[in-house]
C-alpha cells in the first residue's frame, strides 16, 4: 500500500501536475484575498480575519480536487494497467486507500502555503497577534474535512470510467451536489422538519460550523462518514471488475 501510494505522489510530481494544482490554488485565493478589490480583500476589508479564505476555497477546490483525482483509475483503466494492479498483493480496499490518500496528500500540500496569509494577518494586524488563532486552525480542519469528501467522491468517479474528462465532471458536478445541492433542495416548498433533514445531508450546513472553528464530533462523524461512504462504494466497482 506505501508503495502504491508513493508511486502516485511520483506520478503527480514528476507530471508537474502537483505542482500546478498548487500554483493554481494559491493564485486564485492570493488574487481575490489581496489583489482584486471586493468584499474578500483583506487589507480592503481592516480586519484581521483569514475568514475569507474558508469562503473561497471550498469553490477553487470543486474545481481542482477533481482535477487530481480524474487519472488516479481512470488512466489505469485506459491503458490496460487495471487488471495488474488487481493481481498485486493488496487488498481492493488497500489500493483505494493507497489512491486516496496520495489525492488527499495533494491537497494538504496546497494548504500549507497559505498559512503564509495567516502569519501575514498575525504581523500586520493593528496590534500583532490580533487574529483568532484557534477559531482559524478550526476552519483549516473544517476545510480539510471538506476537501477529503471532494477526494472520496473524485476517487469513485475515476474508477466507474476510463475517461478522465468524464471522471472530472462527475467529480465536480457530484461534489456540488453535496457541497449546495442539498441546501437547495430543502428550499422548496416541505415541512420544517424534513427541511431540516435534507440540509444535514449536504456538506455546507457541516462546513459552515467547522468554518466559524467548532470543531463538533457531529461535523466530524459526517465528513468521515461520507468519505468512507464512497471509497466503499469504489471498492465495490473495483470488485466488480474481477466478476
Same mark, same amino acid.
Given at each position: 500500500?506505501?508503495?502504491?501510494?508513493?508511486?502516485?505522489? %511520483?506520478?503527480?510530481?514528476?507530471?508537474?501536475?502537483?505542482?500546478?494544482?498548487?500554483?493554481?490554488?494559491?493564485?486564485?485565493? &492570493?488574487?481575490?484575498?489581496?489583489?482584486?478589490?471586493?468584499?474578500?480583500?483583506?487589507?480592503?476589508?481592516?480586519?484581521?480575519?483569514?475568514?475569507?479564505?474558508?469562503?473561497?476555497?471550498?469553490?477553487?477546490?470543486?474545481?481542482?480536487?477533481?482535477?487530481?483525482?480524474? #487519472?488516479?483509475? @481512470?488512466?489505469?483503466?485506459?491503458?490496460?494497467?487495471?487488471?495488474?494492479?488487481?493481481?498485486?498483493?493488496?487488498?481492493?480496499?488497500?489500493?483505494?486507500?493507497?489512491?486516496?490518500?496520495?489525492?488527499?496528500? /495533494?491537497?494538504? $500540500?496546497?494548504?500549507?502555503?497559505?498559512? !503564509?496569509? $495567516?502569519?501575514?494577518?498575525?504581523?500586520?494586524?493593528? #496590534? &500583532?497577534?490580533?487574529?483568532?488563532?484557534? +477559531?482559524?486552525? +478550526? @476552519?483549516?480542519?473544517?476545510?480539510?474535512?471538506?476537501? %477529503?469528501?471532494?477526494?472520496?467522491?473524485?476517487?469513485?468517479?475515476?474508477?466507474? =470510467?476510463?475517461?478522465?474528462?468524464?471522471? $472530472? /465532471?462527475?467529480?465536480?458536478?457530484?461534489?456540488?451536489? $453535496?457541497?449546495?445541492?442539498?441546501?437547495? !433542495?430543502?428550499?422548496?416548498?416541505?415541512?420544517?422538519?424534513?427541511?431540516?433533514?435534507?440540509?444535514? !445531508?449536504?456538506?455546507?450546513?457541516?462546513?459552515?460550523?467547522?468554518?466559524?472553528?467548532?470543531?463538533? @464530533? #457531529?461535523?466530524?462523524?459526517?465528513?468521515?462518514?461520507?468519505?468512507?461512504?464512497?471509497?466503499?462504494?469504489?471498492? =465495490?466497482?473495483?470488485? @466488480? #471488475?474481477?466478476?
Amino acid at each position: 500500500m506505501l508503495a502504491l501510494y508513493k508511486k502516485e505522489l %511520483s506520478i503527480f510530481f514528476s507530471s508537474f501536475t502537483g505542482y500546478l494544482v498548487i500554483a493554481i490554488f494559491l493564485l486564485i485565493n &492570493s488574487l481575490f484575498l489581496w489583489i482584486f478589490p471586493g468584499d474578500f480583500n483583506i487589507p480592503d476589508a481592516g480586519y484581521a480575519s483569514l475568514d475569507n479564505l474558508f469562503v473561497i476555497a471550498p469553490w477553487v477546490f470543486l474545481f481542482l480536487v477533481p482535477a487530481v483525482t480524474m #487519472r488516479l483509475f @481512470s488512466d489505469e483503466i485506459r491503458s490496460g494497467t487495471m487488471e495488474l494492479l488487481l493481481t498485486r498483493p493488496l487488498s481492493d480496499m488497500h489500493i483505494v486507500l493507497a489512491k486516496f490518500a496520495a489525492g488527499i496528500t /495533494l491537497v494538504l $500540500f496546497s494548504l500549507l502555503p497559505t498559512l !503564509l496569509y $495567516f502569519i501575514s494577518i498575525y504581523l500586520l494586524g493593528a #496590534r &500583532s497577534g490580533n487574529i483568532d488563532t484557534g +477559531g482559524t486552525l +478550526g @476552519s483549516y480542519i473544517g476545510l480539510f474535512f471538506l476537501a %477529503s469528501v471532494y477526494t472520496a467522491i473524485g476517487v469513485f468517479a475515476s474508477s466507474i =470510467t476510463d475517461n478522465p474528462v468524464v471522471s $472530472f /465532471l462527475v467529480a465536480a458536478l457530484t461534489a456540488f451536489i $453535496f457541497y449546495l445541492g442539498f441546501d437547495s !433542495l430543502s428550499l422548496l416548498n416541505i415541512n420544517n422538519s424534513l427541511s431540516s433533514f435534507i440540509v444535514n !445531508l449536504g456538506i455546507n450546513e457541516h462546513y459552515k460550523s467547522m468554518s466559524r472553528g467548532v470543531i463538533d @464530533s #457531529r461535523d466530524v462523524a459526517y465528513f468521515v462518514a461520507v468519505s468512507a461512504l464512497f471509497l466503499l462504494v469504489t471498492r =465495490t466497482v473495483l470488485q @466488480s #471488475r474481477k466478476w
